[in-house]
């Protein structure tokens, strides 16, 4: 008799099926991110402690592109970076916590945007091609995450360059993204504004400081807000604080390393740069070895509003 498959079980009500955008500057790690995530599992069962293992069941898209990561970090090729051009991919899959005992199951639909999105904002002349990834994101996501690296690259033609002040250039950016555009009638018409307004009434995002196993951002990440953004992005922190009509508690921070440290007692970063300047890249140094940081965390939140009670996943 063909067996089917169990119904998902739920124990926190309405968390189940999200969309979540991942959203960011160019390379501050979102695509490797989400592959870091869906090829958890092992790395769950194998972590020394037993509160909340964690299994990622993919398939299609999301089962390829978290086999597309592996053969990068094998190899220690990088990947390319994501563009518009092909259209974006939808990776679905569900995220299980504590699979033995009360189950919780997330479902999740996400959309990685490519960091060009981010520097498009910008431009007083918005491109045909970004308006309806900028609407898609405003009017149907549950949840954001956006992955804020504490330095930051933009594209100029073919080469990458570093943004000088990047405080001051992620607060435009999240001004025009959360402010501004959403009241513009010359881009969006009035019942696109309307279904703007309510979902960012419910939506909640996450900002994660991407690459933390850096040695001076690695000791502060127990307390994101507070020792990292705080400390590093203070106006971008202040004016999503208090310059926008969302509420307190739809906002929150976080910290995360998809390549990490290699142990608890040798806390240098598995990280191998790939040139001596930061638009060079890294690469994970060595698999085996690999301890990723704060993956779970930012999913979790969003989709049931509470912390997950090990930061560390
Ligand atoms: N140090 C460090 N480097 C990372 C980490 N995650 C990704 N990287 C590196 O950052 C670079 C960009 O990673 P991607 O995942 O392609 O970044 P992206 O945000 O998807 O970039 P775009 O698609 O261009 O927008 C690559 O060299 C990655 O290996 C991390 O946790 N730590
Ligand atoms: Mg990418």
């Not at 124990?11 to 969309?19: A, D, F, I, R």
Request: with cysteine; net charge positive; proline share 5%.
């Amino acid at each position: 008799m063909p067996l089917t498959a169990a119904a998902p079980i739920t124990t926190l009500p309405g968390e189940n099926k999200k969309n979540i955008y991942i959203i960011g500057p160019r390379a501050s790690g979102k695509t490797t991110f989400l592959a870091a995530l869906l090829s958890i599992t092992n790395y769950s069962k194998n972590k020394s402690h037993d509160r909340g293992k964690v299994t990622v069941d993919t398939k299609g898209l999301s089962s390829q592109l978290k086999s597309k990561v592996r053969d990068s970090w094998q190899t220690q090729r990088p990947l390319e970076p994501t563009t518009f051009d092909s259209g974006l991919q939808n990776y679905e899959f569900s995220i299980t916590i504590n699979p033995q005992y009360k189950p919780t199951e997330i479902e999740l639909k996400a959309k990685d945007y490519a960091g060009e999105f981010f520097q498009e904002l910008l431009r007083t002349d918005l491109s045909t091609q970004i308006k309806p990834y900028l609407l898609d994101c405003l009017k149907n996501a549950n949840g954001w995450i956006v992955l804020l690296p504490d330095f930051c690259l933009q594209d100029k033609g073919n080469e990458f360059t570093l943004v000088k002040d990047i405080d001051a250039f992620y607060r435009s950016v999240f001004h025009k993204l959360l402010s501004e555009f959403p009241k513009n009638d010359y881009i969006f018409s009035p019942d696109e504004l309307t279904k703007i307004q309510d979902n960012l009434r419910k939506m909640r995002i996450a900002f994660v400081m991407s690459k933390c196993e850096r040695g001076e951002l690695w000791t502060r990440r127990w307390e994101p807000e507070r020792d990292l953004f705080q400390v590093h992005l203070n106006n971008t922190r202040e004016f999503l604080r208090k310059n926008l009509s969302l509420s307190k508690n739809q906002i929150s921070f976080f910290a995360l390393s998809s390549f990490g440290v290699f142990s608890e007692k040798d806390s240098r970063p598995n990280r191998l740069n790939l040139g001596e300047n930061l638009q060079d890249g890294a690469m994970i140094d060595k698999t085996e070895k690999w301890r990723p940081f704060g993956l779970v965390s930012p999913l979790y939140w969003i989709a049931t509003g509470k912390r997950w009670r090990d930061p560390s996943f």
